[in-house]
């Protein structure tokens, strides 16, 4: 089948470790099923696959993709919860230390078909597009989690989510929004700016302005280039929420701000696939929707890898195989 996979990584330059080409069809083992993929998208792991990060070179060659929307073998259709817990795990699947995403220990999603336990599949529904419901798994079930679950915001309150064009914070303002949250967002770019207020942010900022007010909290992906901003721009009491680190994972800790100010640093990864059924379900009820840079086949995949490895997506890139 066609997939797209890495059977070597490089750290400096990942696009050059990608490829496009027939892999083997997967086997499931018992408790397993087969997803014939309808759509799959893009998230920034794929990237750091490709770098060698949580890829080691005795699991490669493998097939990259965390979010995949396909029909199963009893023919309905479904979306895949991308998180694997390890045998025998009971409760949330993202603190079994043990858990790995798709595309991690078990192949992945950017192929014709994916493996992944019968536990793991959510239905699809109908109102959404198979391009819609791929963007679900990572980006907006990450999202999702941040706002709803971590973050303890109330409609009303103010969040900021900072890197207004990624995958994960194009999510946030659109769920932010439809919550009634008053939603502030920070791009490097104007026009990405412009996007976002578009999308439903009430104001979007150059990346490190001087904000009008404290927020109660910020929703965090880009790491190094915004943490101090984002420490900087909560209120007393506030909230950071972290799921990522896209420009760096070693900020300045900030450590007087976030103890004099009573600040919560709170860590946040994927969710959970109850998580993920209840995030399908919004989408179908409130008419809210993905933003979608582009769709492309699932043979130019290394247009979208180019892309978002210069940073030039807004919302999520879906291949169709
Ligand atoms: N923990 C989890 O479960 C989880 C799940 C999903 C993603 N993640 C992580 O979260 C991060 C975001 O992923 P993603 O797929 O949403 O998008 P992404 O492609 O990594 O983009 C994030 C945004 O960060 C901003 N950015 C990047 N470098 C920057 C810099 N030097 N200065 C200021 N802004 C910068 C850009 O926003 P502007 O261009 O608008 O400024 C970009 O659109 C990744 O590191 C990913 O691995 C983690």
Known sequence: ???????????????????????????????????????????????????????????????????????????????????????????????????TLLSE???????????????NLVPKPEALSFAEASCLPTAWLTAYRMLFVKAGVKPGQTVLIQGAGGGVASAAIVLARHAGLRVWVTSRDEAKQAKARELGAHEAFESGARLPDRVDAVLETVGEATWKHSLRALRPGGTLVVSGSTSGPNPPAELQRVFFLQLSVVGSTM???????????????????????????????????????????????????
């Open 1 to 99: 089948m066609l997939a797209v996979f890495a059977s070597r990584t490089d750290a400096d330059n990942p696009l050059s470790a990608l490829e496009v080409g027939e892999r083997p069809d997967p086997e499931p083992p018992d408790g397993w099923t087969t997803v014939t993929v309808k759509a799959a998208s893009l998230n920034h792991h794929d990237l750091w696959s490709l770098r060698g990060v949580g890829l080691p070179d005795d699991r490669l060659p493998m097939i990259l993709g965390c979010d995949a929307a396909g029909v199963d073998e009893d023919g309905n259709d479904v979306i895949v919860h991308s998180v694997v817990a390890s045998d025998g795990w009971r409760g949330d699947e993202t603190l079994d230390p043990k858990r």
């Open 271 to 321: 969710g959970t696939r109850d998580e993920l059924a209840q995030l399908a379900r919004l989408l179908e009820t409130s008419g809210i929707r993905p933003e979608i840079d582009r769709e492309l086949p699932l043979a130019d995949a290394g247009e979208g890898f180019a892309a978002m490895a210069a940073g030039d997506v807004f919302g999520k890139i879906v291949f169709t195989p």
């Open 105 to 119: 220990l078990h192949q992945g999603a950017l192929a014709e078909r994916v493996a992944v336990p019968k536990g």
